[in-house]
């Protein structure tokens, strides 16, 4: 059975993705990439095993040239609020 035959809601996606690792892009140039335990009807969720990474735009007062700043860290366990969630990306599925 596919896994396309099995969602019918958008909520269907997430919870074909439990205990698997997904990609959530946040607001303010947020990545979360992580192991999703839980999941409730707001999009709250909790995650282990986190990676975040985080994008900035830094300007130079002198020359005015922007650049990206990236910095990462990891998180052992993550209760996400769903208000931030832009976007919930399940794991790549290979037949």
Known sequence: MSVSSVIEQPLDLIRASLDERVLIKMKADRELRGTLHAYDQ????????VEETINEI???DNTNEQTVKTTKRKIGMLFLRGDGVILVSPPLRTK
């Open 42 to 49: 707001h999009l709250n969720m909790v995650l282990g095993n």
């Open 58 to 60: 830094v300007v130079n």
